[in-house]
């Protein structure tokens, strides 16, 4: 109910008022302390040459982007094709079409990272809709933000053998959405830097491309200084060979993602605890 009445209002409303709407929801967030901890502390790990004052000013652009983007997602659905692409620059979509060319499928490895959500839409409304592994969400409200991915085109795997499901994806030749930016339980970990520290990574972008042959690629959508994005998608990035050919492809992901995040800091999800896992001694 409620996230029908915030889809409701943010959708009426003219686009001032409503990103207006969303940095209130940012800043409420932020007064509330709302994950406020997790995020200081991430944001001191990652930039321990900033000040104090610097890092709380970012902190609070963050709320604000996060208040945006939902904002945004919430209006997405009832864009048209043309209302979305025109206020997307499609930036390095080119790597995304190479990579499909290849007839293997494409592993689009994505972060929560400028606005997400908007970019699986923007695919689907290209004529490349994706399929997302992603996690189970309970409540009412979570129920809603899943049916809202659906409507922007987004396909989502879950629950058992969900590793034979992404390989039926990608020989069907086509595009598999896998997040590589989320804390990992240690038995499915592999522990590679993340602004200078060990962070537990996913190794399934390496996993599913030795199985498939399919290219790997990172994508994002990041919002500009005039309210419009840009699509970034760098790739294909290589597996290689020998023992450490996991490690090393990971590192490589970690090491473009880092960059990303450098280059627009307030637009990556500091809320999550990205570090909790930590390797045995």
């Avoid at 969400?137 to 969900?162: I, P, T, Y």
Wanted: aromatic fraction near 8%.
């Amino acid at each position: 109910m409620l996230m029908r009445l915030l889809v409701a209002l943010s959708s009426a409303w003219p686009e001032r008022w409503a990103m207006a709407f969303g940095e209130a929801l940012g800043a409420a967030a932020w007064a509330l302390g709302v994950r406020r901890r997790v995020v200081r502390e991430n944001l001191a790990r990652a930039f321990p040459e900033m000040t104090e004052a610097a890092r709380r000013a970012l902190c609070r652009a963050h709320y604000a982007h996060l208040g945006r983007s939902a904002v945004e997602f919430f209006r997405a659905p009832r864009w048209s094709k043309e209302m979305l692409q025109a206020r997307i620059d499609p930036g390095d979509w080119a790597v995304l079409e190479r990579a499909q060319a290849q007839g293997r499928g494409v592993i689009a490895c994505v972060a929560h990272l400028g606005n997400f959500e908007l970019l699986a839409g923007y695919a689907a409304r290209r004529g490349v809709p994706l399929t997302a592994v992603t996690r189970q969400l309970r409540g009412a409200f979570n129920r809603a933000w899943m049916s809202l991915r659906g409507e922007l085109g987004v396909r989502e795997l879950r629950g058992k053998n969900v590793v034979g499901k992404m390989v039926e994806v990608l020989r069907a030749d086509q595009v598999l959405a896998v997040i590589v930016d989320q804390n990992m339980l240690p038995r499915r970990a592999v522990f590679v830097p993340f602004f200078g520290t060990l962070a537990a990574t996913t190794p399934a972008p390496a996993v599913l491309a030795e199985r498939t042959g399919a290219p790997v690629i990172l994508a994002a959508m990041f919002r500009q200084p005039n309210g419009r994005f840009r699509v970034h998608v760098q790739g294909p990035f290589e597996l290689g060979h020998g023992p450490a050919r996991t490690t090393q492809l990971l590192e490589e992901l970690n090491g473009a993602l880092e960059a990303m995040i450098r280059l627009h800091p307030a637009q990556w999800f500091w809320v999550h605890r990205r570090w909790k896992t930590r390797p045995e001694p």
